[in-house]
């Protein structure tokens, strides 16, 4: 599957599309809110200002993915990968972070900490 197809399919109502590979697919701007991408692999895909609040995340390896300035208002996130993410100015309010894995290379807002979130840094 790739970014066009998963679009469409979201727009034709399907929600539910675990463990597919997206990685370094582009889905800046993508319009997918309460997805379900847990356990999917989406490492170094570029989510820029994807619109993914409500969705599933967990377990998803996002490891050197961009996700700056994405809506992840609610997110499942807990146990994901995030090692060398870009989570620049990302609305993460009311997102579950726990146990999600971060590193020195993560880049996060501002002020975030991800400790008080309860992520695990590897």
């Known amino acids: 599957m790739n970014a066009e197809e998963l679009k469409r399919r979201f727009a034709a109502g399907e929600r539910y ?3 597919v590979n ?19 692999d989406l490492s170094g ?3 820029a200002k994807a619109k ?4 599933d995340l967990s377990r998803t390896n ?6 700056t300035r994405a809506n992840l208002s ?24 726990t146990g999600a894995y ?15 979130r309860n992520m695990q840094k590897v």
């Open 74 to 97: 609610g997110v499942k996130l807990n146990e994901a990968n995030l090692r060398g993410a870009k989570l620049n100015y990302a609305k993460l309010y009311g997102a579950n972070l």
């Open 45 to 47: 895909a570029n989510l």
């Open 102 to 116: 971060y590193d020195e290379s993560t880049r996060f807002s501002k002020g975030f900490d991800p400790i008080s």
């Open 22 to 40: 997206l990685s370094k697919d582009k889905l800046i701007g993508a319009y997918l809110p309460g997805i379900n991408l847990c356990g999917s």
């Open 62 to 67: 996002l490891a050197n993915a961009n996700l």
């Open 17 to 19: 599309f675990t463990a």
């Open 52 to 55: 993914l609040w409500g969705a």
